[in-house]
């Protein structure tokens, strides 16, 4: 890979291992582990994508964390959501 590569990002990514919570409206939602947080999106893994929806609320319960998003990219198991 090329050290030249240019950050497209608007904000600066934060790693992190954390276990939260893909929420959709009606009360059902997935248990999910978050990858990378910014001030504008995130980067979690579910088991499964099937049946995600074009948005929800990521739940984080140890950061008392609770933004609406939706997802922007997938890959596997790996989705890249931006808040709302």
Same mark, same amino acid.
């Given at each position: 890979? &090329?050290?030249?590569?240019?950050? %497209?990002?608007?904000?600066?990514?934060?790693? @992190?291992?954390?276990?939260? %919570?893909?929420?959709?409206?009606?009360?059902?939602? @997935?248990?999910?582990?978050?990858?990378?947080? &910014?001030?504008?999106?995130? %980067?979690?893994?579910?088991?499964?994508?099937?049946?995600?929806?074009? &948005?929800?609320?990521?739940?984080?319960?140890?950061?008392?964390?609770?933004?609406?998003?939706?997802?922007?990219? &997938?890959?596997? %198991?790996?989705?890249?959501?931006?808040?709302?």
């Amino acid at each position: 890979m &090329s050290d030249n590569i240019t950050e %497209r990002r608007r904000a600066t990514r934060h790693r @992190v291992l954390k276990g939260g %919570r893909l929420a959709f409206n009606g009360g059902g939602g @997935v248990d999910c582990t978050v990858r990378n947080i &910014s001030q504008t999106g995130a %980067r979690v893994d579910v088991a499964d994508l099937v049946g995600l929806p074009g &948005s929800f609320t990521l739940l984080i319960d140890v950061d008392h964390f609770m933004r609406h998003c939706h997802p922007v990219w &997938s890959h596997g %198991r790996h989705v890249g959501v931006a808040f709302d």
